[in-house]
């Protein structure tokens, strides 16, 4: 298996522009998980999904992120309008239950 | 709720000497426990885990206990390698079905020869 595929690795925008994150979990994991990683304030857990739906987005910090995962294999995380404060490191991680999750390498959003 | 607090790092070591990193959990049930480790531009990884009181998980020469009478999870190796420098992240599941990870701050750790 090729693991949590997020895409891009980097991404540099433009303040106010729209900001798209890309995962593909794990074949035959029904658990995805979006988190955040900055220095100032670790990692936080953003949104999950079960089964593609949404089970929890009270770590989804403003009404600008949204996150969808319309079919087992794809859940996109987005920032509309992005603002510099989004910068961070952006992780997508899945699971099949039971213990231990398999994170993405992540995607390094700069916004400038 | 429930909580996962580490000491702070960075932890600074030579080459082959011993590890222990703190961690201590509050938790309203009994929950798994997890340490995670993230190299330099790189996703975290399960290092280890134990899911009930008194189990002791091991990878790669790190081990670490469940304590339920001290609610603690510290993760020890007994001789470091500069290969081991990486943050590492303490957790825990709620096991309530839902798969939710509860992680630290992360404790860095720097290996020199």
């Known amino acids: 298996d090729a693991g949590v595929i997020q895409s891009p690795r980097h991404e540099v925008t433009e303040m106010g522009q729209e900001v798209t994150l890309r995962c593909k979990p794990i074949?035959?994991?029904?658990?995805l998980f979006w988190y955040r990683q900055t220095m100032m304030r670790g990692l936080e857990l953003l949104i999950y999904f079960n089964n593609n739906v949404p089970i929890d987005d009270s770590g989804m910090p403003e009404d600008r992120f949204s996150a969808k995962m319309p079919n087992a294999s794809f859940s996109t995380l987005k920032i509309q309008p992005s603002e510099p404060r989004d910068s961070a490191v952006y992780f997508c991680?899945?699971?099949?239950?039971?213990?231990?999750?398999?994170f993405g390498s992540g995607t390094r959003l700069t916004v400038v | 709720g429930d909580s996962v607090t580490q000491m702070e790092g960075p932890v600074t070591l030579s080459e082959e000497a011993f590890l222990t990193i703190n961690c201590t959990y509050t938790?309203?049930?009994?929950?798994?426990l997890f340490w995670y480790v993230q190299y330099p531009g790189e996703g975290l990884q399960l290092l280890l885990k134990?899911?009930?009181?008194?189990d002791k998980g091991s990878n790669k020469g790190f081990e670490a206990t469940y304590r339920k009478e001290t609610t603690s999870f510290h993760l020890e190796k007994g001789s470091v390698q500069v290969s081991d420098s990486a943050v590492y992240f303490c957790?825990?599941?709620?096991?309530?079905?839902?798969?939710?990870?509860?992680f630290g701050t992360g404790t860095r750790l720097l290996v020199s020869p």
């Open positions: 134990a899911t009930k009181a008194d």
């Open positions: 074949s035959g994991h029904d658990y």
């Open positions: 938790a309203t049930g009994y929950p798994s």
């Open positions: 991680a899945s699971t099949t239950g039971g213990y231990g999750y398999t």
């Open positions: 957790a825990l599941s709620d096991n309530t079905g839902f798969q939710k990870l509860v």
